[in-house]
């Protein structure tokens, strides 16, 4: 068994597992630092482990094969050599990226043939090229190659999508061929439906997780809490749940509560960039002229590095001098308040208040 | 005393001192890492103390005049708490940054009238304001404000600036109320002649510490070389002697030989950015095709962060993905190279083989 539940919250569908992979355990749910092109942008594996405290990083399919290439992934016999990161990672397969970034030139039940963002070179994904790639960057956790559609695409396009994500999913779990773990995608857009039928297709084929794709796509958050709320309770109790490219502090909040246990966001990490920094009373942007001469850290209920060496003032200073330094920084910080909500949230499970917790939490903090 | 020397090479004018300062002891010769705007770009002080191994570093007085502004570091006492700093720092006047930044508006024996190289907002800069600000900045060691002219000015303006600078280093002397250092700057082109008689005006005047100015900026290496020759072995020998905005390794042998005891320069910060790095057999380009697949160090023989964790073709990826890791990795490598370089030649004038380890040295490395 790699995922074992071993406390379940009494008033809600939050719980606590353990997540065990090729390099290592993992508590859940925890939180996923995006690094695209194998580094999570501005830190360093020593940061990610000594500062953010991360066990697990994600890491993108399509970005990896663009640059550097297979080729020279496999001469590391994998990305954990390659970027010097001996825990865990994750790997997405790819599905959203070639719908979100690329020139379509063709998608049929084959596969995807598309133009990459880099150099418009023509490339063609199918299930079984996308697991070759994965196994070769040797993730501990990969995903099924997923048809992805816009939001408010017609039924029929809904429809396609599923049935393709469905064979795809079959096919890719049929040439898997080393022992890290697969995740299958639920689709199904925005139809309770239309989820639950997905779902069970999905469940039938039977994969070590499972993961609800489709989401954070545009749609309004009443959409996305609907789906969040009908569907993760009926997905396996006994798998872990992961809700993708999800997403600000208070979605963790509600899908935790729901029963998700895994989460990836950009962000932490691009709010860092546009010096926007999470704060226990909402994010803050560090720009602002109040900040010019504060002497004091960002969060005084912060335990990070740079909240720990650094005032507002100086943060400020470096954000508009464009300093490289601030970009780090505030990564720092931004992954650090991830990482500790995702801690005080399985303690409170532990604790059995998470609901109080949660309260709490959101009573503080102002989201923009 | 602040500076004594305590160790002379047989061979050469080179030499081995400590100069005290208000915020600890260095041993001499050293390098400086520029940190411009109070950061060395890319890194945080706990990177210069654990990984480049620094206990200086300079910063300029024109940009944090100009940004954050005198009174954010008023608020903080100085530059050393607002940038979490506890080691020493040597800011320079300004004289060259206005003379080579800005658009001079009005320059005259009272002082330089510019305009902001960021919004072209006017200031004045006088000898006792500049005095002033670093006064403010708390710098341990402090630079005169002098007079600069460009590569080729004829003799007049050479004259005149030599005048005006020894009269402006007269005004910071008296105008100087706090304990820390104050150098003075020696000017006069590359007229040996010139550089004797303002040597002489300087040391008159008498300050902690004495600067070559006015080199590196544009001439060809003879002509900086044979300044460097005829007027450092003339400099007091009982006080730290400083070249500033020097150089690349070659440069730094040569000045160590003649005596030279301290040295800045941004070439290994901003080199780190555009993919130049050191190496025990010259500079290489990081971006180069031939790195692509390559798992080794940038340099075998480098202790270095970077070196010991990652691979020529990870710190290739990084860069040529624009990663900001890499320009932090990259700055590591570079400064830990000049660092190393300076301890080398530290423990050779010890050893009384200076000379042969400069003979080793530039026999393997190829300067671009």
Redesign the interface.
Known sequence: MSFNIYFNDKETNARIGKLKTSHGEIETPFFMPVGT???V??????DLKNKVKTDIILSNTYHLYL??GL??IK??SGLHK???WDRIILTDSGGFQVYSLTKLLKKSDDGVEFQSHIDGSKHFFTPEKVIKIQETLNSDIMMIFDDCVEYGANEEDYILAMKRTTNWAKRCKNIKKNQNLLFGIIQGGFSENFRQNHLEEIVNIGFDGYAIGGLSVGEPKEEMYRIIEFITPKMPDDKPRYLMGVGKPEDILFAVENGVDMFDCVLPTRNARNGTLFTSIGPINIKKQEY??K?EPLDANCNC?TCK???K??L???F??K???S???NTIHNLTFYINLMKDIKKSIKNNNFLKFKKDFLSKYCSL
């Not at 942008?41 to 020593?46: F, R, T, V, W």
Request: with cysteine.
């Open positions: 092109y194998g580094a942008k501005s830190l360093c594996p020593e640059r550097p080729e020279v001469k590391f390659f970027i010097n010019k001469f002497d590095y060496n650094f005032s003032a100086y400020r200073h470096l508009t001098s300093e490289l330094l970009y780090r920084l």
